[in-house]
Nanobody, 124 residues
Framework: QVQPVEFGGGLVQAGASLRISCRGS????????MGWFRQAPGKEREYVAT????????DYADSVKGRFTISRDNSEKMVYLQMYRLEPEDTAVYYC?????????????????WGQGTQVTVSS
């Protein structure tokens, strides 16, 4: 069964950096696009970043562009989200999602498997 697992969340101060990770699964991981989404209390789940199966294409939400970097290591079946200059508005549960398709997508419906989430809290 394919089940992404996130880890690395925590409590940081505004302006700090943090990297969260996701371990994917499945024999076709290198052909699966991966995405990061987040959900703040009382808000809808929102798109953060996506990376193609090959790692050759990435995309970011406007709110994180220039501050966050998504990357992957297919040999380890890992996906990373490096976050810089964190803001209190970045506080949310961050979810890793795995698609059976190889190309990037900003839409939650294009992802087939979801992790349980990891909490990121940014204090002001």
């Amino acid at each position: 069964q394919v089940q992404p697992v996130e880890f690395g969340g925590g409590l940081v101060q505004a302006g700090a950096s943090l990297r969260i990770s996701c371990r994917g699964s499945g024999f076709a991981f290198g052909r699966n696009a991966m995405g990061w989404f987040r959900q703040a209390p009382g808000k809808e789940r929102e798109y953060v970043a996506t990376i193609a199966g090959s790692g050759g294409s990435v995309d970011y939400a406007d709110s994180v562009k220039g501050r966050f970097t998504i990357s992957r290591d297919n040999s380890e079946k890992m996906v990373y989200l490096q976050m810089y200059r964190l803001e209190p508005e970045d506080t949310a549960v961050y979810y890793c999602a795995q698609s059976v398709k190889p190309y990037t997508s900003t839409r939650p419906g294009d992802y087939d498997y979801w992790g349980q989430g990891t909490q990121v809290t940014v204090s002001s």
